[in-house]
């Protein structure tokens, strides 16, 4: 039985919890998704969250609210999953892409800096920045806030990674350092709704925005229409929004799955702290933590020492495969898509998150993983290295 990098945690509370939506009287639009927003944004210690039906639908109306258009440039890491870099893309902005830390393997705030005084000279200042937490790590965020502050752009950190993890001991998702917080809540994250993701803020009118986004535009508050109600039955749409509600039936297994949320943060650093003991001895770089922080170890991606092997990045990965151990690779450098080399972006744009992919595994890491599980996928990666 192939091993997967990652899968979902479900237990029977779980399923009871959906089956008690099932047998309510609202599938979507009731209590389930304020509840579920309510005990996040408690959790995280923000003052509003807005429930979507995925990380992509929170980072597109997250740049839609803080006002993202044609003629911006948004920056983020061009290690992340695409969805991180085609939200502004959906908004008529342009993206760019910042090089990573090779330690941390997020966004390098040295680099950030030098690009930010270029683009200072050419008058390309980014709208916004989208700082991803790899692997659930937090990025240098205090680093990331203060140059905001110098250069006014606005900051969206994708969170998809890191709902359970904490920067500077205190939760990721509280927005100390950034206007939005997105997490997702797809079945290989943290915690799961099946699809979904949330949208985290301390700013009461992005909050608002973000809520009329999700649901077409369409407000029944008198005081946000443009006249009286026309009767009992009125509305008004005073935006172009989306539908991209989350369901009752997600926001209730999502409930549930957070009551979980540290137990399964924990039991991934568990698992996380058995590999970096038993891979020591191997031709690998295991992942570096920051001081600080406290990961929400979503993956564990470890890099391979080409240089003391006789085997090629592609080879290894392979063996393991054939092996039933479901390696990934997080993730190829977005600007090498070829959307997004068509639109121009060339290889050697980021050197270090080129040769990241070069030599990058994920590891299978999730939270129901045995340790036997876990000592199969050593043993074997051993084997394929030596052999
Ligand atoms: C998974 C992921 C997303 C997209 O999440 P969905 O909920 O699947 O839309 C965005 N950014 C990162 C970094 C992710 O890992």
């Known amino acids: 039985m192939m091993i997967p990098y990652g899968r979902q945690n479900i237990s029977e509370a779980d399923i009871q919890a959906v089956v008690d939506v099932l047998r309510s009287d609202y599938l979507t639009q009731g209590p389930a998704v304020p509840d579920f927003e309510k005990a996040v944004a408690e959790y995280c210690g923000a003052s509003h969250a807005v429930a979507v039906n995925s990380a992509t639908s929170a980072l597109h109306i997250a740049c839609l609210a803080l006002g993202v258009g044609k003629g911006d440039v948004v920056w983020t890491s061009p290690v992340t999953f695409v969805a991180s870099a085609n939200c502004a893309l959906y908004c008529g902005a342009e993206v760019d892409f910042v090089d990573i830390d090779p330690r941390t393997c997020n966004l390098s705030v040295d680099r950030l800096q030098e690009k930010l005084a270029q683009a200072e000279v050419s008058g390309h200042l980014p709208k916004a920045v989208i700082p991803v937490h790899l692997c659930g790590q937090p990025c240098d965020m205090a680093a990331i806030h203060a140059l905001s502050l110098r250069y006014g752009f606005k900051i969206i950190e994708d969170a998809s990674h890191a709902i359970g993890g904490k920067y500077r001991n205190e939760p990721i998702g509280n927005c100390r350092y950034s206007n939005i917080t997105v997490f997702s809540f797809h079945p290989v994250k943290i915690i799961t709704t099946g699809e979904g993701g949330m949208a985290l803020t301390n700013d009461a009118a992005l909050a608002r925005k973000m809520q009329l986004l999700r649901s077409h535009g369409i407000t029944r508050e008198e005081g946000e229409m443009t006249h009286a109600p026309d009767g009992p039955w009125y509305y008004q749409q005073v935006a172009l929004g989306f ?94 898509q070829p959307y997004y080399a068509q639109m121009g972006f060339k290889a050697g744009l980021c050197p270090e998150a080129e040769q990241y992919y070069a030599e990058a595994i994920s590891l299978p890491m999730y939270s129901s993983l045995t340790e036997a599980q876990q000592d199969r996928v050593v043993t074997t990666l051993e084997q394929v290295i030596r052999k």
């Open 243 to 336: 539908n991209c509600r989350m369901t009752d039936l997600q926001a209730a297994l999502g409930l549930s799955q957070l009551s979980r949320l540290d137990e399964f943060v924990a039991r991934r650093h568990v698992l996380a702290g058995r590999y970096d003991k038993l891979l020591s001895g191997l031709a690998v770089v295991i992942p570096w933590q920051i001081p600080d922080s406290y990961s929400g170890m979503h993956l564990y991606v470890l890099r391979l020492r080409l240089k003391e092997m006789s085997k090629t990045h592609r080879e290894v990965f392979e063996a393991l495969r054939a092996a039933a151990i479901g390696v990934n690779l997080h993730y190829i450098p977005v600007y090498q």
